[in-house]
C-alpha cells in the first residue's frame, strides 16, 4: 500500500510521504480536512478509515487526505472538519482554512479532472518511455528494514524544495501562488503513479 503525506516544512518546502501497497484510485475518493493537533490524530484519523474498510492516498499533515471508500459517517470523528466528495470552490477552503489546505484542495480537484491533450496540462504521473526502474546501488547501512525509499514501498517521505534568490542582485521573479500549486499539484499526481503501481502488492 502507497499513501502519501504533503506538507510544509517551510513557506517553499514540501514534503510528500508515500505509504505502503494500496488499492488503486476508485470513484469514490474523498477530501478530508482534518482538524488535528499533531500527527497522533493524523494516524487516529487514518485509522479509523482503515478500520472501515477505506483507504488513505495521501496526507498532508495537520491539514488534510485524500482518502477512498469512506462515507458520510466519517464527518463525525474528532480529527475531522469536513469531508468533500464533489467539486467545491477552493477559494472557500483557503478563506477558512489557508494556504496548505488551499494547495491540497487544488490538487485534489486537479486529480478528479479528466485528463486533457495539449499544452494547458501536463501529462499526468507517466513514465519516460523506454525508462528502466532500477533501484540504486546499495549503500550498505542503509540497507535495512526501514529502508523504504530505497524501494519506494512502506513509508516514503520525499520532500520538494522551492529555491528563490533574495537580494537586489536577484533578477529572477518570486514564485507565484499559481506556480507553487501546480508544482504541488504535479508532484502529488506523481505519487498517484506510485500509489496506482503499488496497488495489491504485499510487504513483509
Known amino acids: 500500500m502507497i499513501r502519501t503525506s504533503i506538507g510544509f516544512a517551510t513557506a517553499l518546502l514540501l514534503c510528500l510521504m508515500i505509504a505502503s501497497p494500496a488499492a488503486p484510485a476508485s470513484q469514490h475518493s474523498a477530501f478530508v480536512l482534518l482538524d488535528a493537533s499533531g500527527f497522533s490524530d493524523v494516524r487516529h484519523a487514518v485509522s ?14 495537520n491539514v488534510a487526505l485524500i482518502a477512498e471508500g469512506v462515507d458520510e459517517s466519517l464527518r463525525t470523528h474528532c480529527a475531522v472538519k469536513q469531508v468533500y ?7 472557500d477552503v483557503l478563506e477558512s482554512y489557508g494556504r496548505e489546505a488551499w494547495l491540497a484542495a487544488r490538487a485534489w480537484l ?7 491533450e495539449g499544452p494547458t496540462r501536463s501529462a499526468r504521473a507517466v513514465p519516460i518511455p523506454n525508462d528502466v526502474l532500477e533501484r540504486t546501488p546499495s549503500r550498505g547501512v542503509s540497507d535495512t528494514y526501514y529502508a523504504t525509499s530505497e524501494y519506494m ?9 522551492l529555491p528563490e534568490c533574495m537580494g537586489e542582485s536577484c533578477t529572477e521573479a518570486p514564485w507565484t501562488t499559481q506556480q507553487v500549486s ?6 502529488v499526481g506523481a505519487m498517484d503513479w506510485w500509489v496506482d503501481r503499488a496497488a495489491g502488492v504485499e510487504l513483509p
Open 182 to 187: 501546480e508544482v504541488f499539484s504535479e508532484v
Open 48 to 61: 479509523s478509515i482503515e478500520a472501515s474498510g477505506g483507504h488513505v492516498r495521501h496526507i498532508f499533515p
Open 110 to 116: 486537479g486529480s478528479q479532472e479528466p485528463a486533457r
Open 85 to 91: 466528495f464533489g467539486e467545491f470552490a477552493p477559494e
Open 153 to 161: 514501498a512502506g513509508t516514503i517521505v520525499v520532500g520538494l524544495i
